[in-house]
């Protein structure tokens, strides 16, 4: 439920706006600009603010297509938005950078700087890319003239405003947070169960032991070691522990081990979640975020069977393309099911941005190394 709610400020702060500038006479200008732009993309230029908006968050992106009259034009911005870099990759992003890229200066400007901005870049990139190819494949048709009427700019009204926000609010929470809701329930029983750790006897008598000589500010911290381990020994157990094992094939080719399988798959409720995952994974407590570092070190010390690290600046960019592109995210998939009333189009969301995800990050890790960036 807080996976819904923790977006509605978004969704009601941009509804506001959307509705003040429509009735301003702003928005009809907007679209007239940026038509041009939009059209070399195969969409219109009522696509813009949906776009612009999908930085923030994707659903109420998809929520703002409403303005858009043609359904062609409604599916085909819906099926672009989630490849804009929303706020939730940011800690991902930050975490990544962070720990896998030095510091330092590449023509005067700050290296890690100039990655998550060229992040940004290319998420915008790709997304008129693969807008370019959706509107000549799947999304056939005419292009239309955009057909405006160039309203005087006037007074907003505020009450008109208001209760298009809160119509349209209570709409999303009402429909979608149910489907949201058995998709996160689902996703904590994979993460959760079965429940006791692998080797919970031997972490209970490390833990009567840590009692017994210890005491204090040590025996708590112990007692806290004991406890982060035996929740990544249970993770690892896990029904996506196990899964993460299953998909190891699949990732391994894109520079990925099982752990970060389990990441992938918990960054599924929400992409911010990977970096709380991770944590667990490696260790230390779910209330890790991306400045903590000892999750940090976790990262770059790491080491594979063969005592390679798993960690190194191609993985790390590999992985930061796969969380650009892939679609990881119920909430936008839910909010795609709402908005097009089938799940014909969340499906196809999912598989072809996975695929997306899945090729571009094999050709970034697999050329890397054939450049020798190993």
Partial sequence: VGSVVVFLPQILLLFLFIGIMEDSGYMARVAFLMDRVMRAAGLNGRAFVPMMSGFACAIPAILATRTMERQRDRLLTMMVVPLMTCAARLPVYTLIIGALFPVGDWLGMP???LLMAGMYLFSTLIALIAAGVLSK????????PLLLELPPYRRPKLSAAARMMWQRSALFLREASGIILACTVGLWLLLSFPADAPNAASFEER?????????GEELEAALSVIDNQESADQLQGSYAGKLGRVIEPVIAPLGYDWKIGIGLIGSFAAREVFVSTMGLVYGLSDEVDEETATLREKLQTAQREDGSPVY???VGLSLLVFIALACQC?????????ETATYRWPLFMFAYMTALAWVASFVVYQGGQLLGFN
């Fill in 111 to 113: 290296t890690q700087g």
């Fill in 137 to 144: 494949t799947l999304f056939t048709g005419p292009n239309v």
């Fill in 207 to 215: 833990r009567v032991q840590a009692e017994a000589t210890l005491g």
């Fill in 312 to 314: 190194t600046p191609l």
């Fill in 330 to 338: 119920m909430s936008t998939l839910a909010a795609v099911r709402r």
